[in-house]
């Protein structure tokens, strides 16, 4: 093999990543890009992770992450790169209240009451950080439920002060603008899987069947 351009004394680099989701195949890409010999290995029989798009009639239905929150620049350039397009998701949220839907505005509530949180005092969960609040008992569910379901996190165990510090992070990225990627998040994935492999990366997936047996396909991959 021809050392890399970042080759050092004791060799051309050779970067083994673990896990073929879209964190692994980011970085893999940006090693390629580099010209930096890259081998993911995945132990599940897909690439994507947590991003998984299933396509039925033409629609797609997102099993894992769904939108692009906010503007972040490294996610959208990776999405334009692609030749992939969002669709804007309407800004309106509603819930489901004693039987009706409603109009709720749920983002500014939500940010409202998180920032009370000061992380410059003990840290604690969210329910004894909500405990301490002067809020309405609707207001208190909402965050609770909000919690429980974007941040699939436990109110009696999550920490306050990490809930108040995505909190701030969300608003740096415009948290409240969200879109869906048209083609399906899983279209994103098969991109940075054509790109490593358009640059010399090995993309192998190796599992273990019912039976313990191992598989292992390192070819291009089924999505
Ligand atoms: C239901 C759901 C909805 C979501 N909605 C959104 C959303 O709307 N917007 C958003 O931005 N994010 C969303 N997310 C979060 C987003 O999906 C994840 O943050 C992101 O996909 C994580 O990517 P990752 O590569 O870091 O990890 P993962 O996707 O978890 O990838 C890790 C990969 O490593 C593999 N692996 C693990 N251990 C090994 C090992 N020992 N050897 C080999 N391979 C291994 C796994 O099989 C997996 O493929 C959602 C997540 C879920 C589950």
Same mark, same amino acid.
Do not use: C, N, P
């Given at each position: 093999m021809a050392p890399s351009p970042k080759a050092g004394k004791a060799g051309p680099a050779n970067v083994v990543i673990i896990g073929g989701g879209i964190s692994g195949l980011a970085a893999? +890409?940006? +090693?390629?890009?580099s010209g930096i010999s890259t081998t993911v290995l995945e132990a599940k029989k897909r690439f994507g992770g947590r991003i998984h798009t299933l396509r039925h009639n033409g629609i797609s239905i997102e099993l894992g992450a769904e939108?692009?929150? /906010?503007?972040s620049k490294p996610l959208l350039d990776a999405i334009q790169s692609?030749? +992939?397009?969002?669709q804007a998701v309407p800004e309106t949220n509603r819930t489901f209240e004693n039987g009706? +839907? #409603?109009?709720?505005?749920?983002w500014e509530i939500i940010s409202e009451v998180l920032r009370r949180v000061d992380i410059h005092k003990p840290d604690c969960s969210i329910d004894d950080f909500l405990a301490g609040q002067l809020l309405d008992e609707h207001t208190r569910a909402l965050v609770r439920n909000f919690v429980t379901g974007f941040d699939a996190a436990h109110t009696d165990r999550i920490s306050a002060h990490a809930r108040r510090r995505a909190e701030y992070? /969300?608003?740096q990225i415009s948290?409240? #603008? #969200?879109?869906r990627v048209t083609e399906g998040y899983s279209a994103l994935v098969e991109y940075f899987v054509r790109e490593i492999e358009a640059? /010399? /990366?090995?993309l192998i997936m190796f599992w273990l069947d019912e039976a313990g047996a191992p598989g292992c396909i390192p070819a291009a991959p089924q999505l």
């Open positions: 893999a +890409l940006e +090693l390629a890009r939108f692009v929150h /906010g503007r692609a030749e +992939l397009s969002t009706k +839907l #409603q109009d709720t505005k749920i992070s /969300g608003e948290m409240d #603008q #969200q879109s640059r /010399g /990366g090995r």
